[in-house]
């Protein structure tokens, strides 16, 4: 899933990485994010729903083993750091695992959408702003247009929707604690974490994940949903937040819950209905008029230049 605030505490982009623009990172991102999920929903029919979102975390932190080797990192950590990064795999084993359970029983555009609430909640808490009202407003007018075309038909996609979207917040938070914490550097942390996470899901998952490993086709299909979805996204995440100011990766990440919907469309044929296309809608404006309170360290986000 994507984080809302800006990496801090790890190296810059240098080199080649560098002169690529922050919002084609963003663009990678925001492709990637649901097209990796996307591709997970055609696997539900060679693999249960917790064994591919299983296949999903391990895979990653098998590919973020073979890069970033974090075990040597988890050496030279404190104990409150330790119990940090241990929280933030947890919250992200079981996010992605009722992430998986929405989009089994909802439409991607809808999950997405509904994952966003929760952001849009505490910016406008955070802020007491005319501005932030407007924005929760429009959220929860596009939440409730989604949710009445749904939750008769669909109460436990719902409630694994809402699940989800309450771990996201979690997630942000903690995601912010780490990118500050002093003792982590950028993707290393997110490395680590991700195989915390792989060890945290195994009883979760590896039971309906047991199949995949007798069928190449499958497993194959597996691996490439996990790149897909959490190693291009997260790190791409990284390297736009790194440059990108604050307000306008919010701005940005408003655009996810319409690129779920597309994406649906195209990839899984999920026509939504008028009131699911406005319902997205509402959400995607409440998400960009949402600001945090204007602070020092909002500006000191703002690269330079």
Do not use: K
């Not at 030279?76 to 119990?83: A, G, H, K, Q």
């Not at 509904?114 to 429009?138: D, M, Q, S, Y």
């Not at 007018?141 to 989604?146: D, F, H, S």
């Amino acid at each position: 899933m994507p984080t809302a605030a800006r990496s801090h505490g790890g190296p810059a982009p240098v080199g080649a990485v560098r002169r690529v623009p922050p919002h084609a990172y963003f663009v990678v991102s925001a492709v990637f994010h649901y097209l990796g999920p996307a591709l997970a929903v055609l696997l539900f029919v060679r693999i249960d729903v917790l064994g591919v979102a299983w296949l999903r975390i391990a895979s990653a932190a098998l590919v973020f083993a073979l890069w970033r080797r974090p075990w040597r990192l988890w050496q030279r950590l404190d104990r409150s750091t330790r119990w940090l990064l241990t929280a933030w795999a947890g919250v992200l084993a079981v996010m992605n695992s009722a992430f998986y359970l929405a989009i089994d029983r909802l439409p991607l555009g809808t999950v997405a959408a509904i994952e966003f609430l929760p952001v849009v909640l505490l910016a406008a808490l955070a802020a007491r702003t005319r501005r932030n009202a407007t924005a929760l407003v429009a959220a929860v007018a596009g939440v409730y247009l989604l949710t009445d075309v749904r939750l008769v038909a669909e109460p436990l996609g719902f409630a694994f929707a809402v699940a989800n979207a309450v771990l996201f917040a979690l997630y942000v938070v903690l995601g912010h604690r780490v990118a500050r914490s002093d003792q982590v550097a950028g993707i290393d942390g997110l490395a680590l974490s991700m195989v915390i996470a792989a060890v945290i899901a195994l009883p979760l998952g590896i039971g309906q994940a047991a199949p995949a490993f007798t069928d190449p086709v499958a497993l194959a299909a597996a691996v490439g949903v996990g790149i897909c979805s959490s190693v291009i996204p997260y790190v791409s995440d990284q390297l736009a937040m790194a440059r990108l100011p604050r307000a306008t990766y919010a701005v940005m990440v408003s655009l996810l819950p319409a690129t779920a919907t597309v994406i649906g469309v195209v990839v899984l044929t999920q026509v939504p209905s008028a009131p699911e296309v406005a319902g997205v809608l509402l959400v995607v404006v409440g998400v960009a008029l949402h600001r945090e309170g204007s602070t020092r360290t909002d500006e000191a986000d703002a690269p330079a230049g």
